[in-house]
């Protein structure tokens, strides 16, 4: 009972030293700012001056989130284990949140419509000798549902993806590829999207990478240098915190679970054009014929990135566009034999207007 004691007196001892210690520094700072004598500093209130210095704010909302689990703004949800997400999509204005819960189903005329859209398009790139996948990355949300939080429940099973998903399934429109199912963590495998950002990881990529290839040889017969889990090691480290938590301003204080490829991981490719969102790569050990290749179409730099070391070890020639849904003539043109066009689950109103 004494030990007790003495560790709640402890701790009240320590918690009113850092409360004194923050309130000297307040004092102090909003001292000087008024006795600076300028025009702008007589002008300024103990409230501005408050929430105008950013050790302060950095503090007030250090405090705000780990203590009331809180953060500012609407649009931020506190995730479980530092994991956020965003409610609302901040660059295309997605309801993410509304369709976590099944609140904006597509209608059968919009799921008819990008069936045939898909269906078209792999006709074209079939009819020109090119194997064609629409590929559609998993928000964070979705890969790490188990970090939502409870209040939210579990997601529904009427989301947009799982809906387009499922159609497209039932039609037999088999160009379109939903990794999430690949992306889930398995036991022991690290986790494959950033717990701070909506983006994937180096793992992420890879279970994206898979999932392709698998595919591109179960339908052509063809052989390629296939990169094997066994054949690369991941790891973890620390890092601060990425776009969701930098835009509430604690990139310090909610860090991110960043999964990397290990250094023992090496290239054996070139990158032989990198200008105005195209980049071509060649293997070093490449066939001298030209070989496989094949085409990445995706909006999102990060994503190539984190895919490049992998199609870029395994096909003799791979061209990444920043550009979405370039029509056939193009690829031909390279010689392709596989064109991938990825984009993001809060991106699927894209394929509504795909021609």
């Not at 965003?86 to 369709?99: F, H, I, P, Q």
């Not at 071509?280 to 066939?287: C, I, K």
Request: glycine share 8%; charged share 25%.
């Amino acid at each position: 009972m004494k030990r007790r004691k003495a560790i709640d007196f402890l701790t009240v001892t320590l918690f009113a030293g850092i409360l004194l210690t923050f309130m000297v520094y307040i004092g102090i700072t909003t001292v000087f700012a008024a006795d600076r004598g300028d025009a702008e500093s007589e002008r300024k209130s103990f409230n501005d001056i408050f929430y105008g210095d950013s050790v302060i704010s950095d503090v007030v909302k250090f405090v705000n989130y780990r203590i009331f689990g809180h953060i500012d703004g609407e649009n931020i949800i506190i995730g479980d284990d530092e994991w956020l997400f965003e409610a609302v999509d901040s660059k295309n204005g997605y309801e993410r949140l509304l369709d976590y819960i099944g609140g904006c189903e597509y209608s059968e005329e919009e799921l008819q419509r990008i069936a045939i859209n898909v269906a078209r398009r792999e006709a074209e790139y079939n009819a020109k000798g090119m194997e064609y996948m629409l590929v559609v990355i998993p928000d964070s949300i979705t890969v790490g549902e188990e970090y939502v939080p409870w209040y939210l429940g579990k997601q529904s099973e009427r989301t947009r993806l799982s809906q387009v998903t499922e159609y497209l399934s039932s039609r037999g429109v088999l160009a379109f590829i939903n990794p999430t199912e690949a992306m889930l963590a398995e036991e022991g495998a690290p986790i494959s999207v950033n717990n701070t950002e909506n983006s994937i990881n180096a793992y992420g990529a890879y279970c994206i990478y898979a999932k392709i290839v698998s595919r591109f040889l179960a339908e052509t017969g063809r052989e390629v240098d296939r990169i094997h889990r066994d054949d690369i090691d991941f790891y973890t480290r620390i890092t601060d915190g990425k776009g969701i938590a930098v835009s509430a301003g604690l990139e310090q204080t909610v860090k991110n679970r960043t999964v990397s490829l290990s250094d023992t991981f090496g290239d054996s490719y070139e990158t032989v054009y990198n200008e105005k969102g195209y980049v071509l790569t060649q293997r070093l050990d490449g066939a001298e014929d030209g070989g496989e290749c094949v085409v990445i179409e995706c909006a999102d730099d990060w994503d190539r990135i984190q895919l490049m070391p992998y199609f870029s070890n395994t096909f003799d020639r791979v061209y990444y566009k920043n550009t979405l849904m370039s029509e056939p003539d193009t690829s031909e043109q390279y010689g392709a034999t596989l064109v991938v066009q990825i984009v993001h689950e809060s991106e699927l109103d894209l394929i509504l207007d795909m021609r």
